[in-house]
């Protein structure tokens, strides 16, 4: 299995739709900011083992009707080519046969690796079902492999669904400590750091944690192949037999007895990652915080050279084995250095319209799409005056000068972007007056402006106005049905 962790720069280009030419200029200069992506992959392959596999082989023929599904699929097959089959009569019975025995085991175990990997995937996705892990088809399986073979994501449309040569559209070029991808005369150059030991004590998920808050885009990849409970004791029997230490024989002791309770569980692991950068003093900058940031955490990291390709060709399938920073760790290891770790990133549309109010950035350096929304509206397919309306609630706290005025008033300019929007504000001590003027907006002030409604002069037409409007207010129908009560409720305006 693989676990894999890709960051990626990202750029969120809303083209905002604004006729004021200054509000434009702020929130696209403010909008165009270097911002990252996080995303998560778990990658089963199937190994092939001589022995074990005969016994899983006899396993599934004692136990399940996968015989009879391959003897059914090869007579349809059979059926199918009756006509081709006629024509080829020089062929002879003996290598029909073998054709056929072949043919038959590859089926076989093909079929069986399926069924266990299918398995396993259930598995995986009811353990990490809080996540709401996706299964990626064969197009998104050929793209990922694509992006990591081009050094870019390249929208690949596959006929034959097969990973082949026609998918490497660049040219890669090893040195001596780094490899640079050219592709449409562009160069990304690449580096490889290895894990190469573990030397502290206690291993914890903050390096990895730590990865994520760095502006690097970076490829971290963990190789990871269980080991069974003999090889698990061979590998621990050995090491204690190997050192000298007694206090170190006492903890290789009590893993015994863990693994023994089926209690603790061994893996055969490396853990490499791939940093990208545009030129080489960027991606120099980039090794020299990663490797700090590695070997202070007391996970001894290099950068490779002489395995430098083996470690790069040990990501594609059935490869692993040529890792050369593969170590023995427990589960507990493991699952201390792997997170999925992600920070909440907002809503793409809101009521308004089919982009956010505003685009800011979390501490790990991913956007936060900000609305004054509280769930995300969908657009697309909808008509107009269908789309969901709703409810949106904002509380801003902060002290006297800490700039609350100053947040409201960039959040007013970015809603300025969606169409046939109006805009209400209650000010205080004027703090949004040189806002109003600037983007053509109407500020009143002083005793003449009153919000009330009843502060309206005494007329025929403010009268019918309080009338419909509280009328509305009160889910009143018709005003035909109610005269008595509406001549009831005019008395007080006349007496007043």
């Known amino acids: 299995m693989r676990a894999l962790l890709l960051r990626r720069k990202e750029f969120i280009n809303q083209s905002p739709n604004i006729d004021n030419p200054y509000a434009k200029a702020i929130i696209t200069q403010f909008e165009s900011k270097e911002i990252y992506k996080t995303e998560y992959f778990l990658v089963f392959e199937s190994i092939t083992s001589n022995v074990k596999s005969f016994f899983e082989k006899k396993k599934l023929e004692m136990t399940t009707s996968i015989n009879e599904e391959l003897e059914e699929s090869s007579k349809e097959n059979k059926q199918e080519n009756g006509n081709s089959s006629n024509e080829t009569h020089s062929n002879t ?17 093909a ?13 995986v996705k009811n353990a990490l079902r809080e996540f709401k892990p996706t299964l990626l088809n064969s197009k998104e399986v050929l793209n990922f492999y694509a992006e990591y073979i081009n050094g870019k994501y390249i929208a690949f449309n596959p006929k034959l669904k097969r990973l082949s040569d026609s998918y490497i559209a660049s040219n890669i070029h090893f040195k001596k400590d780094y490899f640079i991808i050219e592709f449409q005369n562009q160069s990304t150059f690449c580096a490889c750091v290895g894990i190469k030991n573990y030397e502290s004590e206690e291993i914890y998920s903050l390096p990895i944690s730590t990865l ?7 490829d971290l990849i963990f190789h990871i192949r269980s080991l069974g409970q003999f090889e698990s004791l061979n590998f621990l029997k050995t090491k204690k037999k190997l050192t000298l230490s007694k206090i170190v024989k006492n903890d290789i002791d009590d893993y015994i007895e863990l693994v023994q309770a089926n209690r603790l569980s061994m893996q055969e692991c490396a853990l490499n990652l791939v940093l990208r950068a545009k030129s080489k003093a960027k991606l120099d900058k980039s090794l020299k915080e990663i490797l700090s940031l590695l070997n202070n955490a007391g996970l001894g990291s290099v950068t490779e050279t002489i395995g430098l390709k083996p470690s790069y060709f040990s990501f594609f399938p059935n490869n692993a084995n040529i890792n050369p920073r593969m170590r023995n760790q427990t589960s ?5 250095l792997i997170l999925f770790e992600k920070n909440n990133t907002g809503f793409r549309a809101n009521s308004w319209g089919d982009m956010p109010l505003s685009v800011f950035k979390n501490l790990d350096h991913s956007p936060y799409l900000f609305n004054f929304h509280n769930q995300e509206v969908k657009h697309k397919g909808v008509l107009a005056h269908n789309v969901a309306r709703v409810v949106g609630h904002t509380m801003i706290i902060g002290a006297t000068g800490a ?4 947040l409201i008033s960039y959040l007013m300019m970015s809603a300025l972007k969606y169409p046939n929007i109006d805009i209400l504000a209650l000010d205080r001590l004027n703090g949004l007056y040189s806002f109003t003027k600037y983007f053509d907006g109407i500020y009143n002030e002083g005793e ?5 409604p009843f502060s309206l002069e005494d007329s025929t037409s403010n009268r019918a106005f309080l009338l419909h409007f509280y009328a509305q207010m009160a889910k009143v129908d018709s005003y035909d049905k109610h005269n008595d009560k509406i001549e009831y409720r005019t008395a007080p305006f006349k007496r007043y």
């Not at 994520?212 to 970076?218: G, M, R, V, W």
């Not at 700039?403 to 100053?406: F, N």
């Open 93 to 109: 019975s003996s290598n029909k046969d073998k054709k056929n025995k072949f043919k038959k085991k590859t089926t076989f175990s």
């Open 111 to 123: 079929t069986s690796k399926r069924a266990l990997l299918i398995q396993t995937i259930e598995r």
């Open 212 to 218: 994520l808050h760095t502006q690097i885009e970076l």
């Open 332 to 336: 507990q290891v493991i699952a201390s």
């Open 403 to 406: 700039g609350k005025t100053t």
């Open 448 to 452: 003449s402006f009153h919000i009330n």
